[in-house]
């Protein structure tokens, strides 16, 4: 399972998503901190085999904050993202995308 929640700012939209089981979860390593807030991505509750949905909404939003292992996993088989942009703190993978 995953967590979707899409962000509107004026015209843009900001995606968060991640992992069911991380929600509210917080995981740090050195200097570098990932925050699984709760009110940021605890939107829609979707199923794995939605994950193209998520992809869908990653591949039209500006800025995207994705983390968690799976969703990581499936969105790069996906081809929403790619292997190269993800990167891990505490074990935990996660990828930032952005548009211009």
Same mark, same amino acid.
């Given at each position: 399972?995953?967590?979707?929640? !899409?962000?509107?700012? +004026?015209? *843009?939209?900001?995606?968060?998503?991640? @992992?069911?089981? $991380?929600? =509210?979860?917080?995981?740090? #390593?050195? @200097?570098?901190?990932?925050?699984? @807030?709760?009110?940021?991505? +605890? =939107?829609? %509750?979707?199923? /794995? %085999?939605?994950?193209?949905?998520?992809? @869908?909404? $990653? *591949?039209? /939003?500006?800025?995207?904050? $994705?983390? =968690?292992? !799976?969703?990581?996993? +499936?969105?790069? %088989? /996906? +081809?929403?993202?790619?292997? =190269?942009?993800? *990167? #891990?703190?505490?074990?935990?993978?996660?990828?930032?995308?952005? !548009?211009?």
């Amino acid at each position: 399972m995953f967590y979707l929640k !899409r962000h509107a700012s +004026g015209d *843009k939209i900001i995606v968060a998503a991640c @992992d069911s089981d $991380i929600l =509210g979860k917080v995981f740090e #390593e050195n @200097d570098k901190v990932l925050d699984v @807030d709760s009110d940021f991505f +605890g =939107g829609e %509750k979707l199923p /794995a %085999k939605k994950i193209v949905e998520i992809a @869908d909404s $990653i *591949k039209t /939003a500006q800025t995207s904050n $994705i983390i =968690g292992n !799976r969703i990581t996993t +499936g969105l790069v %088989k /996906a +081809g929403a993202l790619k292997a =190269g942009s993800v *990167k #891990e703190i505490q074990g935990i993978k996660y990828a930032m995308v952005f !548009r211009v």
